[in-house]
């Protein structure tokens, strides 16, 4: 491996997030979920493949308390940077919280509840094989 290669990531390691555009919507979510320290982070590209949004974010909290903190703090931050309101969904029990922002759909989970739904594997558009 020379200098100028990038390290391969290990197995079992969640490929990096794609680059999301300075002051976009979906740098807002992002960075909010890393703010809140959301594992395991996913972006899905939606634009062309569904017209629900262009942005799927899939991310875990440790227990129903985060996720839920998480999706307030997301939805409040999303309105503070004049990307208008959130509908959020599944706040009371917090396994599973929706939060459609428009462009950008997020999913929160505790990461039972992740594995058992597996949206990933639903949503990986063009992936070979893994059946």
Not at 44 to 53: C, R, T, V
Not at 101 to 114: I, T, Y
Request: glycine letters at 8%; charged letters at 20%; aromatic letters at 6%.
């Amino acid at each position: 491996m020379t200098p100028a290669e990038p390290n391969p990531a290990p197995a079992g390691t969640p490929a990096p997030l794609p680059a999301a555009v300075p002051g976009s919507l979906h740098a807002a979510v992002l960075q909010s979920l890393d703010d809140d320290q959301a594992q395991d982070i996913v972006s899905i590209p939606l634009e062309g493949k569904s017209s629900i949004a262009d942005h799927m974010v899939i991310a875990s909290g440790r227990s129903t308390r985060q996720v839920a903190a998480m999706a307030q703090k997301l939805a409040e931050r999303i309105k503070q940077q004049g990307f208008g309101h959130c509908r959020i969904e599944g706040l009371p029990a917090a396994d599973w919280v929706l939060i459609d922002a428009g462009d950008v759909v997020v999913h929160l989970f505790r990461p039972e509840v992740r594995s058992f739904y597996n949206l990933e594997r639903m949503w990986a558009f063009g992936d070979s094989g893994n059946a």
